[in-house]
């Protein structure tokens, strides 16, 4: 089991910059891809970004890329989402997510935190 806990969203102003952490506990010797999803109110779950167990590669949704950075602290078994020029769509609860492919579907991934809140106001 791996256990996967966010930190990190909050209320921002649009054009703002915050940084989701996610930070992974149990089996975490697994080389497991990480990904980052989000579901705004009223809406299906969307893929945001993935990033393999090594770091490299990086994917992203078309709406987020050059905006939205997925990266790995090995040393802390952690995964961030540094998040800039923030959008009031990007509002949503955010979740953290571990499989074994560098998927854009929920399906692909085993292992899923509970989600941070982010609400961006225009």
């Known amino acids: 089991q791996v256990q996967l806990v966010e930190s990190g969203g909050g209320l921002v102003q649009a054009g703002d910059s915050l940084t989701l952490s996610c930070a992974a506990s149990?089996?975490?010797?697994?080389?497991?891809?990480m990904g980052w999803f989000r579901q705004a109110a009223g809406k299906e779950r969307e893929f945001v970004a993935v990033?393999?167990?090594?770091?490299?590669?990086?994917y992203y949704a078309d709406s987020v890329k050059g905006r939205f950075t997925i990266s790995r602290d090995l040393a802390k078994n952690a995964v961030l989402l540094q998040m800039s020029s923030l959008k009031p769509e990007d509002t949503a609860v955010y979740y953290c997510?571990?499989?074994?492919?560098?998927?854009?579907?929920?399906?692909?991934?085993?292992?899923w935190g509970q989600g941070t809140q982010v609400t961006v106001s225009s």
């Open positions: 997510s571990a499989g074994w492919s560098l998927g854009a579907t929920e399906g692909e991934y085993i292992y």
């Open positions: 149990g089996r975490t010797s697994g080389n497991f891809a």
């Open positions: 990033i393999s167990w090594s770091g490299t590669p990086q």
